[in-house]
């Protein structure tokens, strides 16, 4: 299938079950909104999932283009992005998680045609406040598909206080040969999906109080899905990656983990232009500088000589959504270069600084907070500056 398959079946399988749509948000919340970028499909449902009526009525479905700061670290490997789509689903107050799970299991297996016996769940085990997930538990039992029972790993929250709740993770096999093993012992085991159950509001005492409605949260990521439903190995192989793995890999020599790095990063960090953000040294400007250095950190590792110049963003029009006009692209390339150069130079006047310090001995606390503090040279360039002249 391909993605704008995946969605439609999707969407067909909710339409079919009374949810209408939800409209899409921006990648970047409305102001007084304390997330830097939309990381779910329920952010911009909160106040909904807290008891307001939803003006499109208590079943909806949706695909929401979401950013995740808290996965960086983890790009590189074959199943995770800076920017993905959200393929979402709520019940606000009206079906119950048996009855979602049923339905994600229907659509999994009839709707996608995956082998029910590549599939596995999790659900909450239980901790010191609340039980386990029996429902859960109960339901996949009786599909068929084998449980494990986890902790903290089953329960989700949107931050330290708000909603929050035990969710079921359902995971696919990627692995060649049989299934074995389970998602906690073995990681050919990838998530796909997750049903949350919004039945809790945490207060900064770490207390729990029932939300005034019980309402079911799901999220699968697409690229995900579809790496499943092509037999592939990794979410870069998908059609919304391919063309920037291809261009990266057609202009500089990279593989691998250096590959997917880069190829993620300069997407995203078009992505978040394409939404009006802008460089900067603080909020979402510096999320969007962090992307467009590490990406720079990777092609100079090998040879410096390496830039953006040329980097063909108009073949890539279906990334950015918002633009459709030739003449918009330009201003987009601009920023991307002038970052280049305001990247190249600060690693030019941080390298005879940090050479200094480190000549001393290997840098202290003290030694990072200076160089950040007094010459604005942020803690992960230093360490690239490190390993470049190990």
């Known amino acids: ?15 079919r079950r009374g949810h209408r749509d939800a409209p899409e948000s921006s990648l970047v919340p409305p102001p007084g909104d304390p997330v830097l970028f ?17 003006p499109g009525g208590r079943r909806l479905v949706n695909v929401q283009r979401c950013l995740r700061t808290t996965d960086l670290d983890e790009v590189g490997d074959r199943t995770h992005l800076t920017v993905f789509d959200m393929l979402g689903s709520w019940s606000l107050g009206d079906y119950d998680i048996a009855t ?17 016996g590549r599939l596995h769940a999790t659900v909450f085990g239980g901790d010191d406040q609340v039980g386990p997930d029996e429902t859960a538990l109960d339901t996949w039992t009786g599909l068929g598909v084998p449980v494990e029972s986890t902790g903290a790993e089953n ?15 359902i995971f696919v096999w990627t692995g060649d040969g049989p299934p074995s093993g389970s998602p906690g012992t073995d990681e050919r085991w990838m998530e796909v999906w997750n049903h949350v159950q919004m039945r809790h509001h945490r207060h ?7 939300l005034p409605m019980s309402s079911i949260d799901t999220g699968m990521g697409l690229e995900r899905l579809e790496m499943v439903l092509r037999g592939g190995r990794s979410v870069f192989e998908g059609a919304g990656l391919t063309p920037w793995v291809g261009a990266v890999r057609d202009r500089w020599d990279l593989r691998g983990e250096d ?6 990063h300069l997407r995203s960090a078009v992505v978040v232009l394409g939404d009006g953000v802008r460089p900067g040294n603080t909020g979402r400007g510096y999320v969007l500088r962090r992307l467009v250095r590490r990406a720079l950190t990777v092609l100079w590792r090998d040879d410096p000589a390496r830039g953006l110049t040329g980097l063909p963003l108009d073949a890539y029009r279906d990334t950015l959504r918002r633009f459709r006009q030739e003449s918009e692209v330009g201003p987009l390339r601009e920023l991307l270069l002038e970052e280049e150069r305001r990247f190249r130079g600060l ?6 600084l940090v050479d200094r310090v480190r000549a001393r001995g290997p840098l202290t606390e003290r030694d990072y907070h200076w160089l950040h503090d007094t010459h604005g040279l942020p803690r992960d360039l230093v360490d690239g500056l490190l390993a470049e002249a190990a």
């Open 100 to 116: 979602s799970l049923r339905w994600g299991y229907e659509l999994l297996t009839e709707g996608f045609g995956i082998d029910p």
């Open 38 to 54: 939309t990381t779910s499909g329920m952010h911009p449902l909160t106040p909904y999932l807290l008891g307001r009526p939803h």
């Open 204 to 210: 900064p005492d770490g207390r729990l109080t029932p």
């Open 155 to 169: 329960w989700w929250s949107n931050g330290p206080t708000g909603p929050c709740g035990p969710d079921s993770e």
């Open 1 to 15: 299938m391909t993605p704008d398959e995946i969605v439609r079946t999707f969407v067909d399988h909710y339409h």
């Open 347 to 352: 690693l030019d006047r941080g390298r005879p």
């Open 259 to 264: 590959l997917r790095v880069v190829a993620d």
